[in-house]
């Protein structure tokens, strides 16, 4: 298997702009993860979904960020409109329930100017 | 929440024994515990996951006293590539409860020549 697979691995855009980030994670896991680190804060979790549903989304920011999984193979996490403040690394990660590990993509890399 | 507590550094040189303990004072009677590697620009990578006592697998060993209120990960014979940052996190997977797992700063870990 490839992996958690995330794109685009780099994103520069302007203030204002939409930005959306994808993902795909490993085939037969039923659960993802979004998470956003910064040097501040830490890795955080964002949301994550069960079988498409999403769970717990808690740690979205605020109403600018939204996630959606239409399928067990898809997700995006949109921004709309971007902040300089949202520049940060996003990683993607999935396991499958009832065993220990989640598996992290290699993350993309946002920079809001 | 089960909150953690860890070295915010830790300093060594290949081929010695690294040990990274974690507090948990308030650990619930279901949390399982779990240790990631994260290097830079890459997502976090899982090491070992315990209930009690002691798990060991190829890369580390991870001791849990009875009272389970703190763990230790030991890293055998560290080399240059173990450099990176060790996040200790508290929850109870199996129920699925992730949105209460907290990765917090980590240990940054530096192996020396």
């Known amino acids: 298997d490839a992996g958690v697979i995330q794109s685009p691995r780099h994103e520069v855009t302007e203030m204002g702009q939409e930005v959306t980030l994808r993902c795909k994670p490993i085939s037969g896991h039923d659960y993802l993860f979004w998470y956003r680190q910064t040097m501040m804060r830490g890795l955080e979790l964002l949301i994550y979904?069960?079988?498409?549903?999403?769970?717990?989304d808690s740690g979205m920011p605020e109403d600018r960020f939204s996630a959606k999984m239409p399928n067990a193979s898809f997700s995006t996490l949109k921004i709309q409109p971007s902040e300089p403040r949202d520049s940060a690394v996003y990683f993607c990660a999935s396991t499958l329930s009832g065993t220990e590990e989640q598996y992290f993509g290699p993350g993309t890399r946002l920079t809001v100017t | 929440l089960a909150k953690t507590t860890q070295p915010i550094s830790m300093d060594s040189y290949e081929g010695q024994e690294v040990n990274i303990t974690c507090s948990h004072n308030n650990i619930a009677t279901n949390d399982y515990i779990t240790w990631y590697q994260q290097f830079p620009s890459q997502g976090p990578r899982f090491i070992i996951q315990g209930y009690k006592t002691k798990v060991t697998n190829e890369v580390a060993s991870l001791f849990i006293p009875a009272d389970r209120k703190s763990s230790t990960l030991s890293l055998p014979r560290v080399s240059l590539s173990d450099t990176a940052v060790y996040y200790c996190l508290v929850g109870d997977i199996p129920a699925g409860g992730y949105n209460k797992l907290i990765f917090g700063a980590g240990t940054r870990l530096a192996v020396h020549p």
């Open positions: 979904f069960n079988n498409n549903v999403p769970i717990d």
